[in-house]
């Protein structure tokens, strides 16, 4: 029997590197699964779209590179795998990467960067109008902080605030804590405007702070992606079916 295609979707952005870290999890995808097609695909901003891709495509597992479930893989995505699949094409949406703990990726990345055992984290994620998505962010924050043995806090890119006071009070909680040094720790699959954004502020406010690297192909990004895509075709759907987020439509 022939496995489903596998489409990685991100986000998409106007900063190449953004488009550089995704072909790299693409192709670590690929070769986690021998014998698996895996293609990449966008929401927005660079191609191929993620429409032009289910079009052309047989049966598939969509894989949202995204850490938090909000509008885009509750709304956005759902209904782009009912305008673009065919009558008879099975299309399976996955629930996005964060849905896996990555707890373990973020240490290892923040290890990598040189962590010290007086640093204070911040741990830095997209922000959402979906209150759930955030709430996600600061549940990953605490596991972060359990798993280190220090002080965590979150700030949202898209919500630093009138002259970045949300970041401001994120520090000042750190440093209350006897941080003695900000470590960011980015909750993206890859550096681009937004994490630029924080880290310029953040250089600001403590020219020494560090950041560390964004999740990118990590060894358990790309297991989550293969764990997703095993569960998604171990769940068995009708020739009729598209399930797209846990949502069937005939």
Known sequence: MHSPKL????????????????????????AAMPGIDVELSYLDLNDPAIGTVIARSGDCVVVPLLFAEGFHSKIDLPAIV?????????????????????????ADRLAEAGLREDDGVLLCAVGSSDASADRHARRRSIELSTLLHR??????????????????????RLKAAGAERIVLSPYFLSAGLLTERVETALDRLCPDALVAGPLGAHPDVVDTVVELYADAIGGGTRDDEILSGGFRYS
């Open 151 to 172: 002080p965590v806090d979150v700030v949202f890119a898209t919500k630093l605030g009138s002259r970045d006071n949300a970041l401001r009070s994120s520090v000042r």
């Open 7 to 30: 489409v990685l979707v991100a986000h998409g952005s106007r900063d190449p590197r953004f488009a550089a870290t995704a072909r790299r999890v693409r192709s670590a995808v690929a």
């Open 82 to 106: 009912v305008d673009n699949a065919r009558p008879g094409q099975r299309v399976v949406q996955t629930p996005v990467i964060g849905s896996h703990s990555l707890t373990g990726a973020l």
